[in-house]
């Protein structure tokens, strides 16, 4: 297939790389109205998220078989079928416990997008192509989480929170009727023929190296995000505040992002991601300190690394996803659910042991962050061994 002349539906792929965070972050803003209608508590609230993540790290591993049985196209449009179902479910919920329900199910079916615009991207292009297309996408998904939460409170304000629900039910439609209406290509229905397991994924240290980088980092960004709003409490910052502080976050993960692409079209990514690891971890480094040392009242001591951070993980993340799912055209979807599996898993844990250890202050926060280095670092190594082998088996053909 000749990737230069083949256009790259770059709005479809990027719609669906945002659903998962769409759906998480849209009704956020309602919680508390939601709360209220249904006569129930914050908890059970609460809870509607919890089950959500629950849901998206159980259909990661479901769909990489199912596309091995049906293909990527037909896997795709039953998990958006599924989706767009239980989003109307949810806008007409009248207790917590139908909104438990159809969120759980909203999850499962939001997750094919997740790992099924991936699998594509390997699938249809080489590794130049498809390294330029993660590059360019992911990016993008930063900014979901920025924008969902004020559409949902736009849409909460005018026409209630049912519609919400609503609006995601019709984006997944939308996004089903796209993928009907897709090509595709003969390459890829051939190799949903072959049966890939997630142990022959788990065996290839490509892969594991770079699922360490990659969980690593996430994690590292989520136990921010998870302890961050702790901090800022505490030191008596509003809920405004506190939303403005993702601001900054967000442009410098974009930064990072299209930085990777503008590097990657000059230098191969061997030589780009020791140089993004250092700065990643540079980052890390000082917002431990600062969080260690410091007696600290304000956050923006701790922000300023942080958004180098997200600069550097803007960059990172679509060289290491790229670069473990490289070697597994014939087995893509498998090797992306269970890449993303493993990614919620650290982002999950990160987030938890933060939360635990809460009341101690910023050092909390830093010091979780500090841990996920010692997952970076064995991926690191792992990786860099494993790049070495390849140039030298490159040099003796």
């Keep these: 297939m000749d990737n230069k002349k083949q256009s790259i539906p770059y709005i479809w792929l990027a719609g669906l790389s945002m659903l998962g965070f769409l759906a998480t972050d849209m009704y956020l803003p309602a919680f508390d109205i939601i709360r209220g209608d249904l006569g129930t508590t914050e908890n059970m609230i609460g809870l509607t998220l919890s089950i959500f993540l629950l849901g998206m790290a159980i259909g990661q591993l479901f769909y990489g078989r199912l596309t091995q049985k049906l293909g990527t196209k037909k896997s795709l449009i039953v998990g958006l079928s599924i989706f767009a179902i239980s989003s109307l479910a949810a806008s007409f919920s009248t207790s917590v416990e139908m909104l438990l329900v159809a969120r759980f199910f909203q999850a499962l079916g939001a997750c094919s997008a997740n790992v099924i ?186 922000l300023i690394p942080f958004c180098f951070l997200a600069a550097a993980n803007g960059a990172i993340y679509p060289i290491v996803v790229n670069n473990a799912l490289v070697d597994f055209k014939e087995g893509s979807a498998v090797a992306s659910g269970l890449l993303n599996f493993l990614q919620m898993l650290f982002c999950v844990a990160a987030s938890a042991m933060v939360s635990s250890i809460s009341y101690l202050g910023a050092i909390s926060m830093g010091s979780i962050m500090l841990l996920q280095l010692v997952f970076l670092f064995i991926g690191a190594v792992m990786v860099f061994k494993v790049n070495k082998e390849e140039r030298a088996a490159l040099a003796t053909q």
Excluded: H
């Design 117 to 302: 615009w991936q699998a594509m991207v390997i699938q249809r292009y080489d590794a130049k192509t498809s390294q330029r297309v993660f590059a360019t996408i992911m990016p993008l998904v930063a900014l979901s989480p920025a924008l969902a939460p004020l559409l949902g409170a736009a849409i909460e304000k005018f026409y209630g929170w049912s519609m919400i629900f609503v609006t995601l039910t019709v984006i997944g439609v939308g996004l089903a009727l796209r993928t009907f209406v897709d090509k595709e290509p003969k390459q890829e229905k051939m190799t949903s023929e072959k049966s890939i397991t997630f142990r022959d994924v788990i065996k290839s240290k490509k892969f594991t190296g770079n699922m360490l980088i990659y969980a690593a980092s996430s994690a590292i960004f989520f136990a921010w995000l998870t302890g961050s709003p702790f901090v800022m409490t505490q030191m008596g910052y509003s809920g405004a505040d506190i939303g403005l502080s993702y601001v900054p976050q967000t442009i410098a993960f974009i930064v990072g992002g299209y930085g990777c692409r503008w590097a990657l079209e000059r230098f191969d990514a061997q030589q780009v991601l020791p140089w993004i690891l250092k700065l990643s971890i540079a980052s890390v480094a000082t917002v431990f300190l600062v969080s260690w040392r410091m007696d600290v009242s304000s956050i923006i001591p701790m």
